[in-house]
């Protein structure tokens, strides 16, 4: 079975500091997929990356970075510079085919200014 | 392009009632999924379906039927509403190229389900 853990329930930081989410991830499959998505208020969930399991380059877009850690099962997603749009529910999801995911239970992130 | 429809955004039912929901996907794509989304078990995977065929199916009692038309729009039922399925009901559409690997969803802004 698969299983996504996202142990940070809630964090509360203060404009421009940076922010770390954690994701730590369970599957027996040797290829799979690794997604953050964002969820704001409205409700709709906002993709921001995929992974697949034979790339562990860290990737950064913009103020976002994340680091893919096969030997720890964990994607960790990094906001520098944090700003208050950023405030929202974050998800990691795990996926091994189609389109079915196996989310975590999502952090929530407040910004304050 | 047009984002991922669902309707209505709203509804609420009293038990023992069914409920169904609509979702209407980005144009061209043929997989559509549904989750369930509640504060207590977070975001659960209800089923996918691709080309008018049910490809996957969650840990969900039989209350809860799909179906998916040939135009790739999707609804869902849930029948003998119980409290318990008070909840946001997402749906997501991607290419599901079949055998493909897991592919980026394209969510909807949800099917917020009140039951009272």
């Known amino acids: 079975a698969q299983k996504v853990t996202q142990a940070q329930t809630e964090i509360s930081v203060v404009e421009k500091e940076d922010v770390t989410l954690d994701c730590v991830y369970e599957?027996?499959?040797?290829?799979?997929?690794l997604f953050w998505y964002k969820q704001p208020p409205s409700g709709e969930l906002v993709f921001l990356i995929r992974?697949?399991?034979?790339?562990?380059q860290n990737e950064i877009s913009g103020r976002y970075s994340w680091n893919f850690q096969k030997s720890t099962s964990s994607f960790n997603f990094t906001i520098t510079a944090s700003q208050v749009v950023d405030s929202a529910v974050y998800f990691c999801?795990?996926?091994?085919?189609?389109?079915?995911?196996?989310f975590g239970k999502g952090t929530m992130l407040l910004v304050s200014p | 392009k047009a984002g991922v429809t669902q309707t209505p955004r709203y509804l609420i039912k009293t038990r023992g009632q069914q409920v169904t929901l609509s979702c209407s996907p980005i144009?061209?794509?043929?997989?559509v999924s549904w989750y369930q989304q509640t504060p207590g078990q977070g975001l659960q995977f209800l089923f996918e379906?691709?080309?008018?065929?049910?490809?996957n199916k969650g840990n969900f009692p039989g209350r809860f039927s799909g179906r998916q038309f040939s135009n790739s729009r999707s609804e869902m039922n849930v029948s003998t509403l119980e409290l318990g399925d008070s909840a946001l009901y997402l749906c997501?559409?991607?290419?599901?190229?079949?055998?493909?690997?897991?592919?980026?969803?394209?969510f909807g802004e949800g099917s917020r389900l009140t039951v009272l």
């Open positions: 997501a559409s991607s290419s599901g190229l079949a055998g493909g690997p897991a592919g980026e969803l394209f």
């Open positions: 599957t027996r499959d040797t290829t799979y997929y």
């Open positions: 992974r697949n399991s034979f790339d562990e």
């Open positions: 999801a795990l996926g091994s085919g189609y389109s079915t995911l196996t």
């Open positions: 144009s061209g794509h043929r997989s």
């Open positions: 379906y691709f080309s008018e065929t049910q490809r």
